[in-house]
DNA sequence: GTCTATATTCCGATAGAC
DNA sequence: GTCTATCGGAATATAGAC
């Protein structure tokens, strides 16, 4: 099955959102690649908010899929999993979804707002549950409350996409192997 | 002494790009509160790169004149004074420079890029002496290296700032106390 | 679903007067 | 240093044909 214009205009504009941020890019950065018009991006999502609002509702799906297919593994390896992810972000040349939202949050309607704010709490409670059992089973350690420990780690791994932008990809891999050094009991 | 246009200009500009993005304000932006027309803030600075040069350059300036008035601070201290800056940061609705910088990285001429990297290496050299200060004196404790922490501490807060947009303020304190916690011996 | 054509608005930037 | 006036370009968005 080949993929949509619609899921192909999606995925390209969060490439872009991503890569450039939102008001960085246009309608003709997506229409030109897909070797279509303007309009014809227009035709699927009439405003960039509602192009805004599809991304964040495909990243919410994509997280929900991912969580299921990680709901039997152990909480140790669920976090290196998460982290493994962003390291292909990194490496990709984009910034976290999170990063990239949050700093063009007041170009952003409410109805944008609200399905990054509902995504957003996906990751955190995904995050701290995790921390929860790996606390409960033993395998780690922290004098932090789950929720702290699992926004901690969050911000700790989103905005190290963004630094090393200006630093070096070394930086990053220093980051990711401190939080599991950290956490191990 | 009254602020010239030019320092204004930069002030105003700095507070637009941690708002709302370099990509989201326009020289009408700036001209509007000071009540001056678009082409005079061309005068002083006749590209918006130009603009962007500047704003990083005075970044330099204040964090320079900060961590020589911090210089005979012990170093708890010094990182309370400088978590409490990004306290700050937050409660005026802004980003911090460096995450506003790194997500727009692409919209950056070199000239920017280079200016902004200069000021991040001083933020991390900075954090970098102060927490292996604090290691030599048993004041702190980790488990790793002084630029790993030090790097794990500025993204963890510099992320909290971007974070909060998206879900509460009291996030915001529970990461700000929780670095401090964690390095206490 | 995609096209052509176009309306409208805004932005960065410059010329030249004062 | 600030102004008026304006250029050229780009962006979002819509109307209507196919």
Redesign the interface.
């Known amino acids: 099955m080949s993929t949509s214009t619609r899921e192909k205009i999606i995925q390209l504009g969060d490439d872009l959102l991503r890569?450039?941020?939102?008001?960085?890019f246009s309608y003709a950065d997506i229409s030109k690649p897909l070797h279509i018009k303007n309009a014809a991006v227009h035709y699927h999502f009439p405003s960039k908010q509602d192009l805004a609002v599809a991304i964040a509702q495909w990243h919410k799906d994509i997280f929900g899929r991912f969580s299921l297919k990680m709901a039997n593994k152990e909480p140790k390896d669920r976090l290196k999993t998460f982290l493994n992810f962003y390291h292909s972000i990194h490496l990709s040349e984009k910034?976290d979804i999170?990063?990239?939202?949050?700093?063009?949050?007041?170009?952003l309607e409410p109805k944008v707002?609200t399905e990054?704010?509902e995504f957003?709490?996906l990751v955190?409670n995904w995050l701290s549950e995790l921390i929860q059992e790996g606390l409960d089973l033993g395998q780690f350690r922290t004098?932090?409350n789950a929720?702290?420990?699992a926004?901690?780690i969050?911000?700790?791994?989103?905005?190290?996409t963004?630094?090393v932008?200006?630093?070096s990809d070394h930086?990053f891999t220093?980051?990711k192997n401190?939080?599991l050094?950290?956490l191990n009991n």
Do not use: C, M, P, Y
């Not at 990063?99 to 170009?107: K, Q």
């Open positions: 890569k450039r941020g939102f008001n960085a910034v999170i990063g990239a939202f949050a700093t063009d949050w007041h170009s707002q990054v704010q957003t709490e955190i004098t932090q929720r702290t420990t926004l901690r969050l911000s700790s791994i989103f905005a190290s963004q630094l932008r200006i630093t930086d220093r980051v401190s939080i050094e950290e």
